[in-house]
């Protein structure tokens, strides 16, 4: 057994693994993942609190309209953000 192999059993029971065979060239892949748009996310402290902040950058506004009509993506956002509120109200539990 490779170390590959090792450590992807060791945290099986720990992850999820999400992937899919897509219609394009390896370079075409990496080339959409790396330059369709950027994520920031900072953490501000307020207090006993936190403010978080998903910043996505596009190459044109365009394209962030594309992705919020097409895809959701400001849904999609909070509800990731919703997921985790309840998950530190668990945590903080």
């Known amino acids: 057994m490779d170390e590959r192999t090792r450590n992807a059993t060791a ?19 990496f080339q959409a993942w790396t330059a369709q748009f950027h994520v920031t ?5 307020q207090g006993k609190k936190t403010k978080l902040t998903m910043r996505s950058l596009f190459p044109s506004a365009a394209e962030r309209d594309k992705v919020v009509k097409e895809y959701g993506a400001i849904e999609g956002g909070n509800q990731t953000l919703d ?9 903080a539990s």
Do not use: G, Y
């Not at 029971?13 to 390896?26: F, G, K, M």
């Not at 997921?83 to 945590?91: I, S, T, V």
């Open 11 to 29: 945290t099986a029971d720990r992850e999820i693994v999400i992937s899919r065979v897509l219609d394009a060239p390896r370079e075409l892949v």
């Open 83 to 91: 997921r985790l509120e309840e998950h530190l109200a668990k945590m």
């Open 41 to 45: 996310v900072t953490f501000d402290k």
